[in-house]
């Protein structure tokens, strides 16, 4: 990795697909659309033209576009606030997100929300984040799982930031998609900063991809402002999931140039971070990259960048002439009513095998479904393991656990995380360290970097220095078979009329099993 | 009452009649999915899903972890591909633990991005069980109070199957509360053929003259008992079964007041911000001149459900309560 071009061979070497020149000039181009739309709103914001908040997404570019741009047509988004660049790609023209932050009654949601609060669940399939974090990972999940119902071979994809995912909701969510091996893409987008907390003061693993092997999916690091990675990384964990190989994290290590939001001038990020990441912007990056491996010259360039800035000259007027809504309009669209939608599921599949009788089964659990007997580790060793059943975490991932035993396990069992693929494909164990010394698994940092950045290049803490692993799943655990409960009948003896002799309802204790 | 005194051959309980609700309208459409916890082989903590996972099938029967905002939110994800799943909370009171998943995200989505949420979400509600504070709860007015939902609480079998189809088939995110105290109590025929019960139209469960009370799901009953006590006394009452919270059924509510002159208002939540206080201001907006006393209220005390069953029968309102101020109501 010591020149450019060294990195592309390597990077050729471990790719599966090679980019065509359109494709890379679309990564640039949404990219600075992306940006320059954002920049334009900074100025509208500073002009009272937005009404509400406005979140940045400045050197974040390459998240959402190297994200979405894997995903086919038909898949679905759900994109949080700083995630436009995805919305651009799904084919969003620039003005709902104008008039969305102007609140005008032309924005998708004719003003009644704004930011990138709006969807569209016929054409581009995006559902509509609400601000409270993580709620979009149980209902991604959820239109995963009508997607395979359905039988249309999708895929679900949304992010959430290093904040979000404290909430309950990504856990109960991710919890679903892994039970269910829901095709379901989970971007975590590590920026560092949760408003004004830093990651290390939230969460108390290395990197937020660790814990995907709590819940037995794959996951992989990538490093964020690496638009080529980023979207190499996901076109494999979609094409993945599309195989049913079940849900896929990617943690992206990036970094918010800006404040939470614009009214947050972010001084309690050390300038030295900002500099850091400044040097390491996904743009230059990805600029320099281009001319250096001659995709693009200075004129092609220029292009682009011109047809961006007549491109959102002509939807910035658009919006900034609109009308605002009518206020009576409030009132409209609580209720679906008066056949407002014609609601119909796309089948592509016959809907004869989810109905009686073919639908039928059944239902008791078998053996195999609860795990090996065999398997059940032993009190002795759990408690020898200091409770800790899993070793998580790449090389660097140090302190106790270190002092695991494994009794009557397999050695490879605790080959680190990252380098274990869910439990149908795992392959023949081998250590990080000789993964690294063999051939890069993956694709590594495409741009040549100036000396600068060459500790970063050679540090534990570049994400591209991690082998581009999956969470291992954990081997199937005996499950206790469902207790035999006795529901207790409250017997249907009761009838409910006048003329019965006495109380119509006999007040008893009954109705409680079941409890919890 | 819909309801027959001597139970026919073909009589069927609350549950059994949710669960044929939820069965045929499965084989009606496919998209119709049920998801919840233990609603799979064990038939759900009430059995009401039992037997739906062998004709069903897995992908039909959805057994989730223990995680309501998951059981919600993919339901919700399901919905916006055209699918209309069933959800069931174990307990009508662990809805809390997705409050924020039906309030926000359910709720508003419609009208904030044309969204439609067709989902169901049921579950066992009430007391009168023993069954605490945590198993026993009546929160359909965290609910009522949020636009966009719809909120049932039907109080007979025939009503129950009716309205659950009903909701199943409409557009809107639908709340169905079913009260445990009435699943096994009462057996009903139900009618022919493939029926529903609209959403938003109370029952008239009683003619009467002198005064209406109206109430709804367990209270309901209670209430026809304190109609039939206060017959005895020459006091004739009119009682009125919501069956459905939101919307409100305000011309039969308004109409029987402007008959009977007279309103009580019975129901096992508790009182501050129950929806007895929203059906006075109703009243009091639309029929203050037909009024000839005070609108009154029985209901639960403005304390958790306790558990004890001494504590849990003086928190709820009962025939006796009902009866008392009935009869205060009828002196003016």
Not at chain 1, 212 to 235: E, L, R
Not at chain 1, 356 to 383: M, T, Y
Not at chain 2, 275 to 301: H, K, M, N, Q, S
Request: charged share 25%; with cysteine.
């Amino acid at each position: 990795m010591a020149t450019s071009a060294a990195t592309t061979t390597e990077r050729e070497r471990g790719m599966s697909e090679t980019l065509k020149r359109e494709q890379y000039l679309d990564l640039y181009y949404f990219m600075q659309l992306n940006r320059q739309l954002e920049e334009r709103m900074v100025r509208l914001f500073r002009q009272n033209k937005i009404v509400g908040g406005l979140y940045s997404s400045l050197g974040q570019e390459a998240v959402s576009v190297g994200t979405c741009s894997a995903l086919e047509k038909r898949d679905w988004i759900a994109p949080m606030i700083r995630n436009i660049g995805a919305l651009l790609v799904k084919g969003v023209p620039p003005r709902d997100i104008f008039t969305q932050h102007m609140a005008k009654f032309t924005s998708p949601t004719k003003g009644k929300d704004g930011t990138s609060h709006f969807g569209d669940l016929k054409v581009r399939h995006i559902v509509s984040p609400i601000s409270m974090l993580g709620d979009l990972i149980p209902v991604m999940t959820g239109v995963a799982m009508a997607g395979r119902y359905l039988g249309q071979n999708i895929v679900a994809l949304t992010w959430i930031g290093d904040g979000g995912s404290s909430t309950g909701a990504f856990h109960e969510g991710l919890g679903l998609a892994a039970a269910q091996k829901a095709p379901f893409v989970l971007i975590v987008e590590n920026n560092q900063w949760a408003y004004s907390t830093p990651v290390s003061r939230q969460v108390p693993v290395k990197n937020l991809a660790d814990r995907a092997v709590g819940y037995g999916i794959a996951s992989t690091i990538v490093d964020g402002n690496d638009v080529v990675a980023v979207y190499q990384a996901t076109k494999k964990a979609v094409a993945e999931c599309r195989a049913g190989r079940g849900p896929h994290l990617i943690e992206v290590k990036t970094m918010r140039m800006r404040g939470h939001a614009q009214h947050d001038p972010a001084e309690y990020v050390p300038k030295e971070m900002f500099e850091y990441w400044k040097a390491r912007d996904p743009i230059v990056l990805f600029e320099k990259y281009l001319t250096e491996n001659k995709i693009w010259d200075e004129k092609v360039k220029s292009e682009i960048d011109a047809r961006i800035e007549r491109e959102l000259d002509v939807e910035q007027k658009f919006a900034e002439d609109s009308p605002m809504p009518p206020p009576e309009f409030a009132e409209e669209g609580v209720y679906c009513e008066n056949g407002c939608h014609q609601i119909e599921a796309q089948w592509q599949r016959s809907k004869a095998e989810v109905m009686p009788p073919k639908s039928s089964f059944d239902p008791g659990w078998k053996l195999e479904d609860l795990g090996k007997l065999g398997e059940i580790p032993g009190a002795k060793e759990v408690a020898a393991s200091g409770g800790n059943g899993a070793k998580t975490g790449g090389p660097e991932f140090n302190g106790p656990q270190k002092q695991h035993s494994t009794p009557n396990l397999p050695a490879q069992s605790f080959v680190p995380a990252p380098a274990r693929a869910p439990e149908a494909e795992r392959e023949p164990a081998q250590s990080v360290a000789a993964v690294e010394a063999v051939e890069p698994a993956e694709p590594r940092i495409p741009f040549g970097r100036g000396p600068k950045d060459k500790a970063f290049r050679e540090s534990p803490d570049n994400p591209q220095n991690k082998t581009y692993g999956r969470g291992g799943a954990p081997g199937k655990s005996f499950q206790k078979a469902p207790p035999e409960k006795v529901f207790h009948k409250s017997g249907p003896n009761k009838s409910f009329g006048k003329n019965q002799p006495g109380k119509n309802f006999s007040k008893g204790p009954q109705d409680k099993s079941g409890r919890r | 009452m819909a309801t027959t005194a001597i139970p026919k051959p073909g009589a069927i309980t609350m549950v059994e009649a949710i669960r044929q609700a939820m069965v045929e309208e499965m084989e009606r459409d496919a998209s119709v999915v049920a998801i919840g916890e233990d609603i799979g082989v064990y038939g759900g903590a009430f059995k009401v899903t039992d037997g739906m996972l062998a004709k069903f099938g897995r992908e039909r029967v959805i057994e989730t972890p223990i995680a309501e905002t998951a059981i919600i939110g993919a339901a919700c994800g399901m919905s916006f591909l055209g699918l209309r799943p069933v959800c069931e909370m174990q307990f009508i009171d662990f809805i809390a633990c997705c409050f924020n998943q039906v309030t926000n995200f359910v709720a508003k989505s419609h009208y904030l991005w044309d969204a439609p949420v067709p989902i169901v979400i049921r579950g066992p509600s009430g007391g009168g069980v023993h069954g605490g504070p945590f198993h026993s709860a009546n929160p359909e007015m965290y609910f009522v109070h949020t636009p966009g939902l719809k909120v049932i609480y039907p109080s007979t079998p025939s009503d129950a199957k009716g309205l659950l189809k009903s909701a199943i088939r409409d557009n809107n995110p639908v709340l169905f509360f079913e009260h445990k105290y009435l699943y096994r109590r009462l057996k009903e025929e139900m009618p022919e053929g493939d029926y529903t019960v609209p959403i938003g139209k109370a029952a008239i469960r009683r003619q009467g003259r002198d005064l209406t009370i109206i109430s709804y799901a367990a209270m309901a009953h209670t209430a026809m008992e304190a109609a039939e006590e206060l017959a005895k006394e020459g006091i004739d009452a009119e009682v009125i079964d919501l069956r459905t919270l939101l919307p409100l059924d305000k011309e039969t509510i308004v109409a029987s007041v402007k008959k009977t002159n007279k309103l009580l208002i019975v129901h096992e939540d508790t009182r501050t911000g129950g929806i007895a206080g929203e059906i006075a201001a109703i009243v009091c907006e639309e029929a203050f001149e037909d009024l000839d006393g005070p609108i009154e209220r029985v209901t639960a005390l403005d304390t958790p459900v306790p558990y004890s069953p001494p504590l849990e029968e003086h928190f709820l309102p009962n025939t006796a309560k009902v009866v008392a101020a009935a009869r205060k109501l009828a002196k003016f």
